[in-house]
């Protein structure tokens, strides 16, 4: 913001532009990780949210499938969970396959 504020012939003196450039892109690319880190520890919440998977833990699992999926491919590598989500998801899938199967025999 100061080098903006500065006039065409103040700017034309300022010797390290280079420096203050190279630093501004630091600055932003540091800002951008932190908002994928971010990004990718509200997932991890969500999936460690999802606990002793149950036939009511339908919602849960989609909720943090969803915001996995709606995660940049840079931010899902960031998701230290996504292997537990899966798991949910499977144990998920085996309840309602038994389920279904109690259902039948009764």
């Known amino acids: ?18 420096d203050l450039e190279a630093a501004r892109a630091a600055y932003e690319a540091l800002v951008a990780a932190k908002a994928d880190q971010d990004a990718a520890k509200a997932v991890d919440d969500k999936i460690a949210a999802i606990g002793k998977v149950t036939l009511d833990s339908k919602a849960a699992i989609e ?3 969803k915001a996995y ?10 998701v230290e969970k996504k292997a537990d989500l899966d798991a949910a998801r ?4 085996d309840l309602v396959a038994a389920k279904a199967v109690d259902d039948k025999i009764a």
């Open 63 to 65: 909720e943090a499938e």
């Open 1 to 18: 913001k100061a080098y903006a504020d500065l006039t065409e012939a103040q700017q034309k003196l300022v010797e390290k532009k280079a």
């Open 69 to 78: 999926a709606d995660l940049t491919e840079a931010q899902q590598k960031l």
């Open 90 to 93: 499977a144990a998920y899938e």
